[in-house]
T-cell receptor, first 119, second 115 residues
Framework: GAVVSQHPSWVICKSGTSVKIECRSL??????MFWYRQFPKQSLMLMAT?????????EQGVEKDKFLINHASLTLSTLTVTSAHPEDSSFYIC???????????????FGQGTRLTVV | AQKITQTQPGMFVQEKEAVTLDCTYDTSDPSYGLFWYKQPSSGEMIFLIYQGSYDQQNATEGRYSLNFQKARKSANLVISASQLGDSAMYFC????????????FGKGTRLSVIA
């Protein structure tokens, strides 16, 4: 199957600093990428949708100035958590949609996820 | 709006036995896809099985099968011959066909396989 690489796998940062998480589609062009957040023992909650070359669409309740999303190319999307605080500690995971016409519905691939701890 | 419901927060199964994880969904889009993912403690989302709304037959992938009952809007996952390594969180998800829509997830079921 298609491969999505997410980096870093885990990161610890100090409160007030910014952290950048990268999501790359390695062997296909990802026209759309989704960013999810998952708190312990909970499900994945969609944060935002990013389309290549345009501004991200954020879900209700997600601060767009805090969670900056950039999708500058068909293979890379980044999520930057700005001025991180302990309550931002969570598991962040990206999902990329490929251009697989024959299997459009099933072409959703996940990165490995990033565990962010803000101290 | 689309919605996924998983009513079993936790399940136990004896090793080598079969187990069914429940999932019901709601959507007004006639074209959609249903997914099951396994999430071990590492956090990665492991794709298990997919069922399209127009697929005539229930999907199967090795020990995983999807019991798709369209009229009831249910898409239960059946794991046969459970193994200790099957212990994990399992998420049912759905995606509608209209546009580049995201996967919407249920709350998940934690499966524990007992030796």
């Amino acid at each position: 199957g298609a491969v999505v690489s997410q980096h870093p796998s885990w990161v610890i940062c100090k409160s007030g600093t910014s952290v950048k998480i990268e999501c790359r589609s390695l062997d296909f062009q990802a026209t759309t990428m989704f960013w999810y957040r998952q708190f312990p023992k909970q499900s994945l909650m969609l944060m935002a949708t990013s389309n290549e070359g345009s501004k991200a669409t954020y879900e209700q309740g997600v601060e767009k100035d805090k969670f900056l999303i950039n999708h500058a190319s068909l293979t890379l999307s980044t999520l930057t958590v700005t001025s991180a605080h302990p309550e931002d500690s969570s598991f962040y995971i990206c999902s990329a949609l490929g251009v697989l016409r024959q299997a459009f519905l099933r072409s959703a691939f996940f990165g490995q996820g990033t565990r962010l701890t803000v101290v | 709006a689309q919605k996924i419901t998983q009513t079993q927060p936790g399940m136990f199964v004896q090793e080598k036995e079969a187990v069914t994880l429940d999932c019901t969904y709601d959507t007004s889009d006639p074209s959609y896809g249903l997914f099951w993912y396994k999430q071990p403690s590492s956090g990665e989302m492991i794709f298990l099985i997919y069922q399209g709304s127009y697929d005539q037959q229930n999907a199967t992938e090795g020990r995983y099968s999807l019991n798709f009952q369209k009229a009831r809007k249910s898409a239960n996952l059946v794991i046969s011959a459970s193994q200790l390594g099957d212990s994990a969180m399992y998420f049912c998800a759905m995606r509608e066909a209209s546009g580049n829509t995201p996967l919407v997830f249920g709350k998940g079921t934690r499966l524990s396989v007992i030796a």
